[in-house]
């Protein structure tokens, strides 16, 4: 579950794209950020993603993403020449693969280190996915297999690309676009597989002599949680619909990753998280949450800033990176003993989210000042700055927002203890509980996992 967002220079206030994400996985399955240098490769050299090997290409190009713990791929990411990807997970009729091969998100690692611009992007994944096709289970704990949807971006243009077995369609993005984890690309789109009109047409999906619709042929009708999914599209392309009205600013695309929707004022996650861009689960085993979020600006006068979050983006704040510069301390995955940002924030959320209305606006009163002093920060910054200047920028507000979270980690328990003490009416019952006691070892291991955990059960 994932949402992606894109604002074109044509509609934003500063004259970059915007493109936003928010990384949806199960609960506890922390997040990281990885940084890799450009590289060249010997004649026969393989790369090892989650499940299997591909022949490695010559050279490949440096990259910043966001990698759940287990995984060889992102969830999102840019690279060095301003590609920026976005990825979600889509269910067709046709059956997703269940055979250990590429996921999603290798694909999309894959496709930073292959391409330097969006045009380019779209030739290599589609070309990734007609050769070695898409499959493997994408979850640690469930039995969990899907298609893939992914918005490319480069500071100039942009594609939506969707995609079902082998079979694919691309639509270029005009000013702004959004996708979810549902089919949207209908009868208006640019590029398409050259069998996936004729495949639809064999299973009985599209009928002939008719306007091919790639959602109506394609989209699996009987998926259980489809109604959830069109929900979040649904509110993420009327947020954006909203916001192209007028010139689109980063602070705008941070809230669109934020929205709730429209909820009363003493809202808290429970049984309505699945239909929220931020979401929520509602269990432990079963359900999904935000547990990273990206918003890239890209533009030709300078490089690419990536704003990342750590877990949900309404309980955290954006912090820029840069990918020829040192990640913060303790976002990237850490070894036995090492400091963990995310898991330090996962904690505090847990603890807000006894009662979200009643303590999440002290959480939020730290970080925002912490966040409006980090935009404004990356603003100033002179466009010769060197890396390590950035790299400083950095590390003082991931500082700034580690300090937040040391004191809130006192403050909150004490006014629940006291002041504000929770209520005992939580919609999910015993999630809190329930995730608590499944947290598993996320730490980096000696070498990477050729497999993930077991499923459950």
């Not at 990885?34 to 026969?44: C, K, L, V």
């Not at 993603?49 to 759940?68: E, F, L």
């Not at 690692?109 to 611009?117: G, I, Q, S, V």
């Amino acid at each position: 579950m994932c949402d992606t967002m894109i604002a074109l220079g044509s509609i934003t206030a500063s004259g970059r794209v915007l493109l936003a994400k928010n990384s949806d996985r199960e609960p506890n399955e922390a997040q990281y950020l990885t940084r890799t240098a450009a590289a060249d490769h010997p004649p026969g050299s393989r790369v090892r993603m989650t499940y299997v090997d591909i022949p490695q290409v010559p050279h490949t190009y440096a990259h910043v993403g966001s990698r759940p713990w287990w995984m060889w791929g992102f969830e999102h990411g840019v690279n060095e020449h301003g590609l920026a990807i976005g990825n979600e997970a889509e269910w067709s009729r046709l059956p997703a693969g269940q055979a250990p091969g590429l996921l999603g998100m290798d694909l999309l690692r894959l496709t930073l280190e292959r391409a330097r611009d969006a045009d380019e992007g779209l030739e290599v994944l589609t070309g990734l996915i007609e050769t070695y096709g898409q499959s493997g289970r994408a979850s640690t704990h469930r039995d969990m297999f899907y298609q893939n949807a992914f918005i490319l971006a480069d500071p100039t243009r942009a594609w939506v690309l969707e995609t079902a077995g082998p079979h694919w369609v691309a639509k270029r993005v005009r000013d702004w676009a959004s996708i979810s984890n549902v089919y949207s690309i209908g009868t208006e789109f640019d590029r398409i597989s050259a069998d996936a009109i004729a495949f639809a047409e064999a299973q009985g999906w599209h009928r002939p002599g008719t306007a091919f619709d790639w959602a109506a042929a394609y989209t699996d009708p009987d998926l259980p949680f489809l109604p959830s999914c069109r929900a979040r599209l649904a509110m993420s392309q009327a947020g954006m619909g909203a916001l192209a009205q007028g010139p689109v600013s980063l602070d705008q695309m941070v809230a669109q990753l934020r929205d709730h929707g429209d909820v009363a004022a003493d809202w808290r996650p429970g049984l309505d998280g699945s239909g929220m861009v931020c979401m929520h689960a509602t269990a432990a085993d079963r359900s999904s949450e935000t547990v990273a979020s990206m918003v890239a600006e890209l533009g030709a006068d300078r490089g690419p800033v990536i704003w990342s979050s750590l877990c949900s983006p309404c309980l955290s704040s954006f912090v820029p990176v840069w990918i020829d510069a040192a990640l913060p301390p303790g976002w990237s995955q850490p070894a036995e003993d090492a400091p963990d940002a995310w898991w330090r924030m996962q904690r505090l959320q847990r603890l807000v989210e006894r009662d979200y209305a009643g303590t999440a606006r002290y959480l939020r009163a730290a970080l925002d000042r912490i966040e409006a002093d980090a935009f404004s920060a990356a603003r100033a910054l002179p466009a010769t700055a060197d890396a390590a200047c950035r790299a400083a920028l950095t590390e003082r507000l991931a500082a700034e927002q580690a300090g937040a979270i040391a004191a809130l980690e006192a403050i909150v328990p004490a006014l629940q203890a006291g002041l504000l003490p929770p209520r005992g009416d939580d919609p999910r019952g015993a999630y809190l509980q329930q995730v608590a006691a499944s947290a598993p070892d996320t730490r980096a291991p000696a070498t990477t996992p050729a497999t993930p955990p077991a499923a459950a059960g």
